[in-house]
């Protein structure tokens, strides 16, 4: 059982994926998490000393690691993820991705104030979260299976991502 969920910052991804891991049974897995281990320092530190890049780099060597080594997981993923070709075609062939989507409003409210996310450290951040989406929206759209954050809580969207995972076989109806 291997899943990942994908999405803008924002959206959801940590806190679903520690809430889905213990409900399905399997440990919880976050890329920016093993990138600040392996790396030892945190992820404005890695952006503003080596540059997004050498993060980027980073990210697919990880995810890479995560899917040669590990056979039961759910995954957050960074929100940049799906810029590398490489990373979306990983992602689809070797989890089942679940995009989690919010509205630029949404995403403004829920991180407004957070130092931990460099690109969003500018003058006017929810222009800068449109302008991101904007660029990101096909990547993010090549993952079917999506779910609006915006107006469900995490449980509700623990309980929509299980009752899909029933529905694709990949865990057993109870
Ligand atoms: C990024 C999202 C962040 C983190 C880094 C870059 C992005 O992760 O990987 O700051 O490019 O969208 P979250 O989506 O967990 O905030």
């Not at 959801?12 to 920016?32: C, F, H, N, Q, R």
């Given at each position: 059982?291997?899943?990942?969920?994908?999405?803008?910052?924002?959206?959801?991804?940590?806190?679903?994926?520690?809430?889905?891991?213990?409900?399905l049974g399997v440990g919880?897995?976050?890329?920016?998490?093993?990138?600040?281990?392996?790396?030892?320092?945190?992820?404005?530190?890695?952006?503003?000393?080596?540059?997004?890049?050498?993060?980027?780099?980073?990210?697919?060597?990880?995810?890479?690691?995560?899917?040669?080594?590990?056979?039961?997981?759910?995954?957050?993923?960074?929100?940049?993820?799906?810029?590398?070709?490489?990373?979306?075609?990983?992602?689809?062939?070797?989890?089942?991705?679940?995009?989690?989507?919010?509205?630029?409003?949404?995403?403004?409210?829920?991180?407004?104030?957070?130092?931990?996310?460099?690109?969003?450290?500018?003058?006017?951040?929810?222009?800068?979260?449109?302008?991101?989406?904007?660029?990101?929206?096909?990547?993010?759209h090549e993952f079917k299976?999506?779910?609006?954050?915006?107006?469900?809580?995490?449980?509700?969207?623990?309980?929509?991502?299980?009752?899909?995972?029933?529905?694709?076989?990949?865990?057993?109806?109870?």
């Amino acid at each position: 059982m291997r899943v990942s969920l994908i999405g803008f910052m924002g959206t959801g991804k940590s806190i679903v994926g520690k809430l889905l891991a213990p409900e399905l049974g399997v440990g919880y897995l976050d890329t920016d998490q093993l990138i600040e281990e392996r790396e030892g320092r945190s992820i404005p530190e890695i952006f503003d000393r080596e540059g997004e890049d050498y993060f980027r780099e980073l990210e697919t060597e990880v995810l890479t690691e995560i899917l040669h080594n590990r056979e039961h997981f759910v995954l957050s993923t960074g929100g940049g993820i799906v810029l590398a070709s490489k990373n979306r075609r990983l992602l689809k062939s070797g989890t089942f991705p679940v995009l989690l989507e919010a509205a630029p409003t949404v995403i403004y409210n829920r991180i407004k104030g957070d130092q931990h996310r460099p690109l969003l450290n500018v003058e006017d951040p929810l222009q800068e979260i449109r302008q991101l989406l904007t660029v990101r929206h096909q990547y993010y759209h090549e993952f079917k299976y999506a779910l609006d954050t915006g107006n469900r809580s995490p449980e509700e969207i623990v309980d929509l991502i299980q009752e899909k995972l029933k529905e694709e076989g990949l865990i057993n109806e109870q």
